[in-house]
């Protein structure tokens, strides 16, 4: 027995002229055709929608806050995934400071956040992160 696995490793040469650089490569993961996901998926961007709408009937009825009933939502997106969404809002134009804003959306989050879970068909809730843009002036 090991006078044949001495000259099988003794004539180990490759069944090829020379090497290329997808050699040792298993060829069922060189050859799959599998497209990367795609950011803009549509199942995505339907929860983002139903997520937006969700939102804008939580802030304008729900959050008993004077200064978040003034908010408006410009945008809900997948970031990077289903499972976390950027919140685009715009606070008002006499508000105090974007960071009060920020600091009352962040103590209003459990109510948004359950909010979005009652109106969505999914088993976990998806995290929210709000991003708060000053409305802009309109020129005269």
């Known amino acids: 027995m090991s006078f044949d696995w001495n000259r099988r490793c003794r004539n180990n040469q490759p069944p090829c002229d020379e090497l290329g650089p997808d050699d040792g490569i298993d060829p069922r993961i060189l050859f799959r055709n599998e497209q990367p996901r795609s ?3 549509r199942k ?3 929860l983002a ?3 937006a709408r969700a939102l804008q009937f939580a802030l304008g009825g729900v959050c008993r806050d004077p200064l978040l009933q ?3 939502v410009v945008s809900v ?3 990077p995934d289903a499972r976390r969404l950027r919140v685009i809002v715009h606070a008002p134009s006499d508000a105090d400071s974007i960071d009060d804003v920020r600091a009352r959306l962040e103590r209003a989050h459990g109510v ?3 909010a979005v879970a009652q109106a969505i068909r999914r088993r976990k809730a998806p995290e929210l992160i ?3 843009l000053p409305r802009a002036e309109p020129s005269s």
């Open 39 to 41: 950011r803009n998926d």
């Open 44 to 46: 995505n961007h339907q």
């Open 49 to 51: 929608a139903q997520a």
């Open 70 to 72: 003034q908010l408006d």
């Open 77 to 79: 997106e997948p970031a």
């Open 112 to 114: 948004l956040r359950s």
């Open 130 to 132: 709000f991003d708060v």
